[in-house]
């Protein structure tokens, strides 16, 4: 059997961020992730803000990701049912990034830089069938691996500055299957933004009494402009009741401070005249509506804004880079 790559960078990097809009997918429950079929086909996804690549054999996971924004790639390879290799899943939870190993030992010392480990994802093909090429992006905080069969892929990423890590696992030779339907995206997400925020009414109910001795902090960084690092923000008032609704509905996703206002998103969280924080539920056109605390010393859902009257504005917080 071909020798494959030794430990990477990743080890040592525990990454920063973080979802048109990402959620990560789910830590699954079970030791193994892999299937029970003689072989089967693995699925490859990509979001479009993180850049990361994810890969799962599952249909379901599959289809979740494509609903919640993902981009599918049809597939990645094919993997054997078992073999003597398994490759290892891990999350990193403060990344939202996933990374994929044969290397127990490799596998053992992310744990203790605080990754997760998930399951045996898939399997690799002790014949050494098809090289599974790895390439690692030394400048990226998520997405930093790229794992594929195309050599072509794989030169042109080293060429553009990714380092070569050889081979990570082996797929078959087995024909694909025929490619499943992806599921019908009715929207680019945002109502599903909506929902889960919407969700926190009955926690949060119009005229609770918030003031400034409510606080919160992020689960989320903030990458701020003129920084290359992220910091959890700990919100008093106003911007810890945004910062609840922007977790509840992002989970760990980054977020970016910005200062242009050209493009809002639901879940935007916009500072209004360096005082007041709002986050924006939903967008019908230029008007924004929004929630809000510490309004009157209270909760506060519905009021609406317009982008027209955005000259007071001082920045934005975004989980869209």
């Known amino acids: 059997m071909k020798k494959i790559n030794r430990f990477s960078a990743i080890a040592l990097a525990v990454g920063l961020v973080l979802s048109s809009l990402v959620f990560v997918p789910a830590k699954s429950a079970g030791v193994s992730c892999a299937a029970g079929s003689d072989s089967v086909g693995v699925f490859r996804l990509y979001n479009r803000s993180s850049g990361e690549h994810f890969y799962t054999y599952s249909q379901a996971e599959r289809d979740n990701l494509i609903r919640a924004g993902w ?16 490759v290892y899943r891990l999350y990193n939870p403060n990344a939202g990034d996933h990374h994929y190993t044969t290397n127990a030992a490799e596998r053992d010392m992310l744990v203790l ?45 080293i060429n553009a500055g990714w380092h070569d890590e050889s081979v990570g696992w082996y797929g078959t030779s087995d024909p694909y299957p025929e490619y499943p339907a992806e599921p019908e995206v009715q929207n680019d997400g945002s109502s599903d933004i909506t929902a889960r925020m919407l969700a926190l009414k009955a926690q949060y109910p119009e005229g609770m009494p918030w003031t400034n001795d409510n606080y919160y902090t992020s689960k989320a960084l903030l990458y701020q402009e003129g920084r290359d690092y992220g910091v959890h923000m700990t919100g008093a008032g106003c911007a810890g009741f945004a910062l609840i609704l922007g977790d509840a509905a992002f989970g760990e996703f980054p977020m970016y401070e910005k200062t242009s206002f050209d493009t809002i998103h ?21 008007t924004l509506t929004i929630a809000e605390g510490n309004y009157n010393s209270s909760i506060h859902w519905g009021r609406k804004l317009s982008m027209k009257d955005k000259g007071d504005w001082t920045y934005i917080w975004t989980r869209y880079k």
Do not use: F
Not at 122 to 140: I, L, T
Not at 266 to 286: A, P
């Open 71 to 86: 981009k599918g790639e049809g597939y990645g390879w094919m993997a054997p049912s078992y073999s003597n290799t398994p």
């Open 113 to 157: 830089n605080g990754w997760s480990y998930e399951c045996i994802s898939w399997y690799s093909d002790d014949a050494g069938s098809v090289p599974v090429y790895r390439q690692y992006n030394p400048n990226a905080t998520t997405g930093a691996h790229n794992y594929t069969t195309n050599a072509g892929e794989a030169v042109s990423l």
């Open 266 to 286: 639901v879940g935007d969280i916009i500072r209004i005249g360096g005082y007041h924080s709002v986050i924006v539920t939903e967008i019908n056109g230029d």
